[in-house]
Each structure stands twice: as structure tokens, then as C-alpha cells.
């Protein structure tokens, strides 16, 4: 896209969006905290809603582009698994590993969260594994899919909106007035993470091509990675500021929302039944991943070992990606 502005330019324009990302980042943060602290929504449930949709733009976007040209059905499908685990096993496993060198102890890392939150935590995992595999073992998907897939979104959607934590009624309609902004601000923020991401992997893959990297490895790193960088950014900028609760909502409803907004946005668009047994390898990895984070969640017990079993398992993903490639 940046050809023209050859190598140099491409160099100012990833310095330019890096620093992009890290402030967006920061407000996306801060706001989403003054959202879930005004609306009494706990801050796991806003980062399953508010974060994970913003950040989810890019997928929406791809199955956009796949409405108006049905050939690309394939790829956004295939864009949805395959960032399903990119954000389990990339984005939570440098996350856990980081936790664990910051806190050198055993502790448990897991927030306080409220026992609806993590039930809902459960049923997004639960639903993010089980349809991917009951889509495979049908054979294929058509529109009815897609539709029981956004009944699903809705349905979750409504009930966690209705989870709130009981606050002091004053203070509540204080941050209640000021809502409006800090939702505002917070879209806008996450939206810029996006756009900075978008800037970044297309620059770095021209630096990167340029310096005589192969195609294949810069697809299955640089453009691999790119699509979960904004989870990545918002969840390191949450675990930074002492809210691992808004970055563990943040991953799963990314996660959620992929398998049940934006597949079943996909599958209502496509004129056509879309054969799923094309998708059995993202299927198991993203099944696996679902299976292992939630294990992990049960065992509240989260440290380097859980982290680097997520990345073991993200780095056969991608080795098996490049073989079959």
C-alpha cells in the first residue's frame, strides 16, 4: 500500500502508528473502566461487550468485504478460527507469562470477578468450542445457522447487561452523567487501536519483504499476528494498569463474538451452503485452545506454565499453517 513511499517512509509511518497504538490504547483503558464503574457493569462484562467488539473490527470488516463478494465467504470464515486462536494461544499466553514474571510467586492471578461474570466467561468458551465442531460434524452451514448464531449473541449480550455490581446511588448518577463521553471515548480509542494496527502490519510487511523476508513467513508471523494486535495492546495496557479482569473479558468476547456475531453475519450473506469440512485443522486448534483456557480458568491457577502451554500450542498452529501452505 506504502510503495511509493519507499523504506524510509514506511519506517516513519510504523513509528508514528506504534505511538498511535500505545495512546488509543490508553484511552480505550481508562475509559472502559469509567464506563463499567457508571453503569455498575463489572469491568469483565465491559470488556466482553465494549472492548471485544472494537477490537473484533477487523473480522467484522473482512465479513463485510465477504457480503459483497461471496468468493471471500471462505476467508472470513477462515479468519474468524483462526483469530479465535491467535487470541487464546498468542494473546493469553504472553500474557500469563508476563503475569508470572512480574509476580515471581505462585499466586493466583485470576481477578475477583463476579460469579455471573465468570459463569458468562464459561458459556462464551463453551459456545466458541462446541459450534465450530458441531458445524463440522453437520458437514455444512447455511443461513439458518447463521441466524440461531446471532440468536445466540443476543441472548448472551442481554444477560450479561443485566449482571451489575450494587453501587452507592449518588456516586452511581455522578458517572452516570458523564457515561455518554466515557463510551464515546472508548470506541473512538479502540477504534484508533485498529486503524494504528492496520498501519503497522502494512508497513512492517513492506520493511519486512523488502529486506528479503519470504512471503510465507511474513504471513504466518507479521499479518498472523497483526490481527490480534489490537486484543494483545489492550490486553497488555489492562493487565498494566491493574485490571486483568477487563482483559480476560476482553480475549473471550473477542473470541465469542467472532463465533456467533461475525460467522453468523457471514453465513446469512453467503447465497451458498458453505462446506465446513474445509476448516477441520482451525477447528481443532480452536477447540483445543477453548478446552485448555477454560481448564485454566476452573483451576484459577494461571503462572508461566499455562502461559507457555498456549504458545507451544499457537507455535505448532502456525508450523502446521506454513507445512500445509
Not at 49 to 77: D, H, K, Q
Amino acid at each position: 500500500m506504502f510503495e511509493e513511499l519507499g523504506w524510509i517512509g514506511n519506517l516513519l509511518i510504523l513509528i508514528a502508528a506504534l505511538a498511535a497504538l500505545n495512546q488509543a490504547s490508553n484511552l480505550t483503558i481508562t475509559h472502559s473502566v469509567k464506563v463499567a464503574g457508571a453503569t455498575g457493569l463489572g469491568k469483565t462484562t465491559i470488556g466482553f461487550i465494549l472492548v471485544a467488539f472494537t477490537t473484533s473490527l477487523p473480522e467484522l470488516f473482512v465479513a463485510i468485504f465477504a457480503i459483497i463478494e461471496p468468493e471471500n465467504v471462505g476467508v472470513s470464515i477462515g479468519n474468524v478460527l483462526g483469530s479465535n486462536i491467535a487470541n487464546i494461544c498468542l494473546v493469553l499466553g504472553i500474557i500469563f507469562v508476563l503475569i508470572a514474571l512480574k509476580y515471581s510467586d505462585n499466586a493466583k492471578f485470576l481477578p475477583a470477578m463476579a460469579k455471573e461474570e465468570t459463569g458468562g466467561l464459561y458459556f462464551a468458551l463453551l459456545v466458541a468450542s462446541v459450534i465450530p465442531l458441531a458445524l463440522l460434524y453437520i458437514g455444512s452451514a447455511s443461513y439458518v445457522i447463521g441466524a440461531i448464531l446471532l440468536a445466540v449473541f443476543s441472548y448472551n449480550i442481554y444477560q450479561l447487561s443485566k449482571t451489575r455490581n450494587v453501587k452507592d446511588e449518588p456516586a452511581l448518577e455522578d458517572e452516570s452523567r458523564k457515561l455518554k463521553k466515557y463510551v464515546m471515548i472508548a470506541v473512538l480509542g479502540a477504534a484508533g487501536v485498529v486503524a494504528s494496527a492496520y498501519f503497522i502490519v502494512e508497513t512492517a510487511s513492506y520493511i519486512a519483504l523488502s529486506v528479503g523476508i519470504p512471503k510465507l513467513v511474513i504471513g504466518a508471523t507479521i499479518v498472523a499476528i497483526g490481527t490480534s494486535l489490537p486484543e494483545l495492546v489492550t490486553s497488555l495496557d489492562s493487565i498494566k494498569k491493574g485490571h486483568p479482569d477487563l482483559a480476560l473479558g476482553n480475549i473471550v468476547g473477542s473470541c465469542f463474538m467472532n463465533i456467533t456475531l461475525i460467522l453468523g453475519i457471514t453465513l446469512i450473506a453467503a447465497p451458498f451452503r458453505v462446506d465446513m469440512g474445509a476448516f477441520s485443522e482451525l477447528i481443532i486448534f480452536s477447540l483445543v485452545a477453548n478446552l485448555f483456557l477454560r481448564h485454566f480458568l476452573s483451576t484459577e491457577k494461571i503462572g508461566w506454565r499455562e502461559g507457555a502451554i498456549l504458545l507451544f500450542i499457537y507455535a505448532l498452529f502456525l508450523a502446521t499453517r506454513v507445512v500445509s501452505g
